[in-house]
């Protein structure tokens, strides 16, 4: 090999250097350190060809020479240990014998589940779905909805109030008031949300809770809608065969006012644990919308008649769930709640 100069050698290194660190596994590197390195390897034959070259240049190829056979050897180190890192971090990541990793899936509270299945069973009968604020005025709470002013309701100790004289929502009812101002009839809406009592907390009672309000409001509604329409509800919800039937009941809101109450699904009317031995359970309060309501909300000119009713849920999904205690919704405990994962 004849002597090379200090460009051809610098160029030779960069194409070595830059083939080693493309080498894409083990044995392609060993086959690059033989070639380059080896007893027979082309630095090798460069570094023994050095004694041939003119004693002037000797030194300078040398030096040349030297560099390049480092900078082959650094190469092959540094590829090596990257190869090597791959491979382990591979076989670390890849121990098919380990169980997969477990994901909980996440799922509904047995209360929004419900409020969800309750609003499509709504919704596939006409009626969508509105909201409104947990703190109301005095006005769309009570006064609107022609509350008299010494009703056991607007009791602080029933019902709280804030420092402004705004209060926490006793129900949905407000919702109605809000609706209507809002917009022109008709109106067949749904609105589900959250209420607040100062009620002792016991099996049946919680001072927070949840609603479904319903208004219909055209110029031809009755009670025997309503009765279709919660019927239909039921079945729904509970299953066929489920009858509904009215009590009389006093709201200031309707004229007249029911109670409404499903028949049995458990024992179908003949009285059983659940019903507590009646055969009946109590779903809503209800009634044709108070003339005063109309006033107060500016439909009076409309010639508007309407149906209301408002749900408990918790009542509802405690039935519907078998929960014997109201608290148990809310005590966050996912033993108990995972139950129902797919309950509605
Ligand atoms: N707001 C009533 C309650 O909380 C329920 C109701 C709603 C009754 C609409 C009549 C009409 O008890």
């Not at 390897?41 to 056979?69: C, D, F, Q, Y």
């Not at 076989?91 to 309750?118: K, N, Q, V, Y």
């Not at 609706?179 to 002792?200: F, K, L, N, Q, S």
Request: hydrophobic share 40%.
């Amino acid at each position: 090999m004849t002597a090379m100069n200090r460009e051809e050698i610098e160029s030779l290194q960069r194409q070595i250097v830059a083939e080693i660190a493309g080498a894409s596994d083990g044995s392609t590197l060993e086959a690059a350190r033989v070639k380059y390195l080896g007893r027979k390897g082309v630095v090798t034959a460069l570094m023994s060809s050095l004694k041939e070259a003119a004693p002037a240049e000797r030194p300078e190829l040398g030096r040349l020479l030297n560099a390049l056979k480092q900078a082959v050897q650094d190469a092959l180190d540094t590829r090596r240990k990257q190869l090597d890192n791959v491979s382990s971090a591979a076989s670390e990541s890849f121990d098919f014998t380990l169980p997969g990793e477990w994901r909980e899936i996440g799922m509904a509270h047995p209360i929004h589940a419900l409020i969800e299945r309750a609003t499509e069973i709504f919704r596939s009968i006409g009626f969508t779905v509105a909201d409104g604020p947990d703190i109301e005025t005095v006005r769309n709470n009570f006064d609107a909805l022609n509350t008299p002013e010494d009703h056991p309701s607007r009791d602080p100790s029933d019902t709280f109030y804030l420092e402004n004289g705004d209060l926490l929502r006793c129900q949905t009812s407000p919702v109605q008031v809000r609706y209507m101002e809002a917009h022109p009839p008709p109106v067949r809406i749904i609105a589900p949300g959250r209420c607040y009592r100062r009620d002792t907390p016991d099996a049946t009672h919680s001072a927070n809770f949840h609603q479904i309000e319903g208004l219909y409001v055209d110029r031809q509604v009755s009670l025997a809608d309503l009765k279709g329409d919660l019927t239909y509800f039921a079945r729904q919800l509970f299953g066929p065969g489920v009858r509904i039937r009215f009590r009389p009941h006093f709201f200031p809101f309707t004229e007249p006012s029911v109670e409404v109450d499903a028949s049995c699904h458990v024992c179908g009317g003949q009285g059983c644990r659940v019903c507590k031995e009646s055969g009946w359970i109590e779903i809503a309060g209800a009634g044709m919308v108070h003339p005063n309501v109309f006033r107060a909300v500016g439909y009076e000119r409309h010639q508007v008649v309407g149906y209301a009713f408002g749900m408990g849920i918790e009542r509802m999904a405690m039935i519907l769930f078998g929960v014997p205690d109201i608290r148990l919704l809310y005590e966050n405990d996912l033993r108990y709640l995972r139950q129902f994962a797919s309950g509605v």
